[in-house]
């Protein structure tokens, strides 16, 4: 469980009370400071959060799971589109990572569920779907509209790294999102036919062969994976993954600033393109897919998923 500025709830009032300061439920500044104040005390890295390792030295952390979710932000909104029995399994399992993924698709979360029930793979799908803005440019009525795709405590493949603790403990959010995009030498088949065309110079195109909406496309500083254009995730789905990533810290007691975000830190950008999956067996927390997997190109380096990281 992981407290913080913005935090709110019956365990910041049980902070607040330890701390001997006045306990209203709210982690402001006055919380920060008194937390930054009483790990500096006691020789702990004062940034003022309050995560695993604070908790133990305080000693004050419960395992209630109404107390640690009781903070979590109002604006975050949950639909459930379970899966059919068969295709997730039950749990529970200890949750230690978290994993970020997107779709490589199209927009709409609740068809991105439908289409891992209508295949032949098994149990394959993330618990967590994040809907975006079609790469069209012409919807974004499901943009940051966030669908369950199983009871908590369930699980499902969604790291190809065969049947390990890492692939069982761990929780997966896909972002909706056609990940790299190419522009020339791609070709894209005609509608209703079997012939192909040569892509229109200076346009951007998704895998599929559809052209890309200006606004919906983002070019990074230095190549990813070989690709420097890339279907941008929107303002909207980062601020939904941000709230998503505090609320499982909370529910599943993950400590999301371990793994990728340290790694973003001392690293930048480069963090996501490091493939160790020792490195990733050893420390629980927040991982991509890319960190797990050379194939895998989700999530991309895009600077606001970075800020948002480093935000945490």
Known sequence: MILQIGSQGEQVKVLQDF??????????KETQEAVKKWQQQHGLVADGIVGPKTWTAMGIATTDKTEQLAHISPELSMQK?????????????KKEWLFLHHTAGWHKPMEVIDGWAGDDRGPVATEFVIGGQSVKGNDTSHDGELVQAFPTGGYAWHLGIGNTQVHRNSVGIETCSFGKLTMDGYYKEVDKTEQWIPVKKGYLYTYVGTEVNAAQSV????????????????????????????????????????GLPALVREKGAEAFNLYDRGLVARTPGLWCHANVATNKFD?????????????L
């Open 19 to 28: 701390l001997q300061i006045s306990a209203d439920g709210v982690f402001g």
């Open 81 to 93: 589109h379970y899966l059919p029995a068969g295709e997730y399994f039950d749990g529970p399992t």
């Open 219 to 258: 070019q990074l500083k230095q190549a990813f994976r070989g690709f420097l254009y890339w279907h941008r995730y929107s303002d909207k789905q980062l601020e939904v993954l941000r709230e998503l990533i505090v609320y499982v810290a909370n529910r599943d007691s993950i400590d999301v600033r371990q």
């Open 299 to 311: 999530m991309f380096p895009q600077q606001e998923l970075i800020d948002m990281l480093l935000s």
